[in-house]
């Protein structure tokens, strides 16, 4: 297929080049249809949907609890993240206060999945720019990670550990210990990476001044998280929304102003600095005992103990786990800041034990729109690291 | 949230400022304000929210619908608006009937509606006028139906 378009030294031919969806560096199934004319894009179309899975319709027929391990195939990178955005809004629905100690566990967890995800993402952005290495020692870190969600929730990548009004499980007994281990070793490995990296003058070759997202374009097409930051706003809404008591931690919003691939590199690794730092001041306040789940009549289910002493108890959880809860209609929207940017979940009540409408305002999705502000008028060479630094996630974008 | 409760009445006092019949209904739900429109108004009150400096609605997070079948109007078209400058949100809703589903495209005031109105036509077949290119997004071209609408059987037909 080739089209022709007008030019300054009269007609000239232009080649249309898809690229995907099955293509190494698309980071999943995602198809781009670039306009050519030599080797300078003039047009980029992204066609997405080859991955979409009707998430949000399923929710429609399952009860607010078995909602929860849909949210971790969302976005598979940082499956906390997801179980966390969708377990505010329920919350925020049903106005369930969650105990301080399951908030600070939450945040705990939810920064070590960003690091986690942020690891996934340099490792890959790397190789597709052709440092191998990199890639290799990213998924050894991240592999310590999931080690530890594993020993914590059972699961490695499908955690489901956020539930409505607190956590699933008693952490057990050394969590921090392991966490307290990597938070340790980590630094070092940042700055491994940094070496190799940060100075490289191919990496900046092959980074600096390429996939320019201006700020204003950036708010237009309303692209948040780091790919947002990296162009100079300081939109986090750990700081702008706080949700899951982050009012009560002390760390700096990573910004940088040049808006290309390179800035948005220094704003992700710098977001994992901050991680430790959080996770460090996470670790200093989580009590050592208390409740991990909100003490809710018919909202919650009452704990092991209660359920197996008390008649009121195990008439509750019986109810909770046959019919499920059921919020007062209406309609609510939390957003937390995932990896990627505004993770929002938007849930309707209609007063049934089904959510009547839950909508997944998902960061890739809306990042991935502004791709053509990226690459047009730019080198085709330079389309696969601008795929890369959006850090786009297909199961987010397609749901 | 003091101030989000002070401030966003702002909002509201200047929508009904503007256009004293503007509003339909103001919600308000766990700490969250929903403005009703009239579709006729949408275009005209969107404008004010982004460019008045005093509320600088830049950021349109997400767009949504819901399908209240039976009931009518039927669709519930909501925006979901941020002001970075003043931190504050504000959901807009707009309300179409099934004859009639229809809403004028905000495209022009906030580009990042285009691919949200896209999937908003694909899954729940809500048109949006003057949309530059109002195709289906996540389901294939040859697609029969919305999936999205609540006359859908989740399993799809078979």
């Known amino acids: ?399 | 949230m003091g101030a989000e409760q002070q401030d966003i009445p702002l909002a509201v006092r200047k929508l009904k400022e503007r256009d004293p019949n503007g509003v339909a209904e103001v919600i308000s739900f766990r700490g969250e304000t929903t403005v009703v429109l009239p579709r006729n108004r949408l275009l005209n009150l969107a404008e004010l929210l982004k460019s008045d400096p005093e509320l600088d609605f830049a950021f349109l997070s997400d767009m949504t619908a819901v399908d209240r079948f039976p009931i009518e109007p039927r669709f519930e078209v909501n925006y979901h608006l941020t002001s970075l400058t003043y931190r504050q949100r504000l959901r807009l809703q707009v309300r179409v009937t099934t004859k009639d589903a229809s809403v004028p495209s905000v495209t022009g005031i906030w580009p990042t509606a285009n691919w949200h109105e896209r999937e908003i036509w694909d899954l729940m077949g809500v048109r949006f006028e003057g949309h530059p290119n109002l195709t289906r997004i996540l389901m294939p071209d040859d697609w029969e139906g919305h999936p999205h609408r609540k006359d859908y059987p989740v399993e799809g037909y078979r």
Not at chain 1, 150 to 178: H, N
Not at chain 1, 273 to 282: D, N, P, T, W, Y
């Open chain 1, 1 to 399: 297929m080739s089209t022709t378009v007008q030019t300054a030294s009269g007609k000239a031919k232009t080649m249309v080049l898809n690229m995907g969806p099955q293509h190494p560096s698309t980071h999943g199934v995602l198809r781009v249809i670039l306009e050519l004319d030599g080797e300078i894009v003039i047009k980029a179309e992204p066609v997405i949907g080859y991955l979409h899975t009707g998430i949000e319709k399923n929710c429609e027929k399952l009860t607010y609890s078995q909602c929860i391990p849909l949210t971790d195939r969302i976005d598979y990178l940082a499956n906390l993240s997801n179980n966390l955005g969708y377990c505010l809004a329920v919350e925020k629905l049903a106005g369930i206060e969650v105990p301080k100690r399951a908030q600070y566990i939450r945040v705990l967890l939810t920064e070590m999945t960003r690091i986690a995800s942020h690891l996934v993402w340099l490792g890959t952005h790397a190789i597709d720019l052709g440092a191998m290495s990199v890639f290799l020692y990213c998924f050894r870190e991240r592999e310590e990670i999931l080690k530890i969600f594993e020993a914590i929730s059972g699961q490695r990548m499908m955690t489901s550990y956020f539930r409505i009004g607190g956590l699933a499980l008693e952490p057990p007994p050394g969590y921090l210990d392991w966490i307290s281990g990597f938070l340790d070793t980590f630094p070092g490995h940042l700055a491994e990476y940094e070496d190799l990296l940060t100075e490289n003058p191919i990496w900046k070759l092959r980074t600096q001044g390429v996939g320019v997202l201006k700020l204003d374009d950036a708010i237009a097409m309303a692209v948040s998280g780091p790919s947002l930051r990296g162009s100079g706003s300081d939109y986090d809404i750990r700081k702008y929304f706080p949700y899951s008591s982050y009012e009560d931690f002390d760390f700096k919003v990573q910004t940088q102003t040049a808006g290309d691939v390179y800035a948005r590199y220094l704003v992700r690794l710098g977001e994992m600095r901050e991680s430790v730092k959080i996770c460090r001041q996470a670790m200093q306040k989580i009590p050592p005992q208390g409740p991990f789940r909100a003490e809710v009549r018919g909202l919650v289910p009452p704990s092991r103990e209660e359920m197996k002493t008390s008649i009121e108890g195990l008439i509750y959880h019986f109810k909770i786990w046959t019919e499920g809860i059921t919020p007062a209609p209406g309609q609510v929207y939390q957003a937390i800041e995932s990896p990627r940017g505004e993770l929002g979940f938007f849930v309707c009540s209609d007063g049934s034990n089904r959510p009547y409408r839950v909508k997944v305002r998902s960061p890739s999705f809306v990042n991935l729109q502004a791709l053509p502000h990226l690459v047009v008028g730019k080198l085709i060479a330079d389309v696969v690291a601008s795929i890369g630094t959006i850090d786009i996630v297909l199961g987010e974008v397609d749901r």
